[in-house]
């Protein structure tokens, strides 16, 4: 750790920073046009992943353009599932597709490659390290042992994912063991990107809103309670933010059952209740997406309403999910300045 400012780990540690500090889900994406002529350039998606010169260039594309107070390494959550040979393939305007894996297939996984797989993420965050401003916040990530399984049962993202809620229900053992796999390769995972420079890890579960109160406990806190022990066991004082988008009434208890150091809140969460869950510590988001693609007054009532009620506490300024590819950069110029001018 350098003497700079990392603002966003002071953040982490409870402070409360003015103007709050910056970043955005997704900021490295198909809205700018130089990461679409870096992705012509990989090839697929998951070339681009795996690309530590290329995935490093597309992650700070963002930096250089906006100044963001955190860079997030540019990947995907289904990187695990693909090294553990679930045969992961992006498909242009379908999404990603794998192999679906049955009672008998999760009884089988062989997690013993996937670190040495998964080696050019690791890679790529030592590139970011080394490339990145000091002042810049380093944040690596994985997908929710829950978010993952849903997309290995059904092989491919669902409305409501329902294949992975039924396969639970009625294969509850082998549902149980994939999330604890999952979890188990997850801290492997997070450990070698603080490792590898990493200042912070987050961890999406981007499903976990379709889960009633006892699946959530079990499927969404239990595997996530599971990874941040396991992660500060082998890295004390590892700093970790926990994204459950969509849990609402569930995030109460979240930061607490789970450990996170911070819980990111998606645009659903009312900023009363974000209030209340600040009072327990850090919180990110939560400005809705479409107010970026819409722009002008909508992008400027929704940052102040947040500023104004959020930010004189522990606050990340960010999403409640990720940027769209229809957002207009401009756009995201606006939000930067009007975030950083608050408080002025």
């Not at 540019?74 to 679930?86: E, G, T, Y």
């Not at 809140?265 to 327990?280: G, N, Y």
């Not at 722009?295 to 940027?323: A, C, T, V, Y």
């Not at 756009?331 to 002025?344: D, I, N, P, Q, Y």
Request: aromatic letters at 8%.
């Amino acid at each position: 750790m350098t003497d700079v400012r990392r603002t966003i780990l002071e953040v982490l540690d409870g402070k409360t920073v003015s103007p709050p500090p910056i970043w955005l889900m997704r900021q490295a994406g198909r809205y700018l046009p130089e990461y679409r002529a870096t992705r012509v350039k990989a090839g697929s998606f998951l070339d681009l992943c795996y690309n530590p010169e290329l995935a490093a260039e597309v992650t700070l594309q963002p930096i250089r353009r906006y100044g963001f107070d955190a860079s997030i390494l540019f990947s995907d959550i289904l990187v695990i599932p693909d090294a553990l040979k679930r045969n992961v393939r992006f498909l242009e305007g379908i999404g990603p597709q794998m192999d679906p894996i049955d009672a008998d297939g999760i009884g089988n996984l062989d997690a013993s490659g996937v670190v040495m797989y998964l080696e050019p993420v690791f890679e790529t965050v030592r590139r970011l390290r080394r490339d990145l401003p000091p002042q810049t916040t380093l944040l690596g990530f994985c997908g929710a042992p829950w978010t993952v399984a849903t997309y290995m049962i059904a092989g491919k993202g669902t409305p409501d994912q329902a294949p992975a809620r039924l396969f639970a229900y009625r294969h509850p053992e082998a549902f149980n063991s994939l999330l604890m796999q999952l979890a188990d390769i997850s801290i492997d995972y997070l450990v070698g990107q603080i490792d590898a420079g990493a200042d912070a890890v987050q961890i999406f579960d981007s499903w976990a809103g379709v889960l009633g109160e006892e699946e959530f406990a079990a499927f969404a806190v239990a595997p996530v309670a599971r990874i941040v022990e396991g992660v500060r066991s082998r890295r004390p004082g590892a700093k970790i933010i926990a994204f459950a988008k969509g849990a609402g009434y569930n995030l109460k208890t979240y930061r607490q059952k789970t450990g996170a150091d911070a819980i990111g809140l998606d645009w659903s969460v009312p900023l009363s209740f974000a209030a209340e869950l600040q009072k327990d510590g850090p919180i990110q988001g939560n400005l809705d997406p479409m107010r970026v693609v819409a722009g002008g007054k909508s992008l400027d009532e929704g940052i102040d309403r947040i500023l104004q009620k959020l930010g004189n506490g522990p606050l990340i300024f960010n999403l409640g999910h990720g940027i769209t590819p229809e957002a207009n950069p401009d756009h995201v110029t606006a939000l930067v300045e009007r975030v950083r001018s608050f408080g002025r």
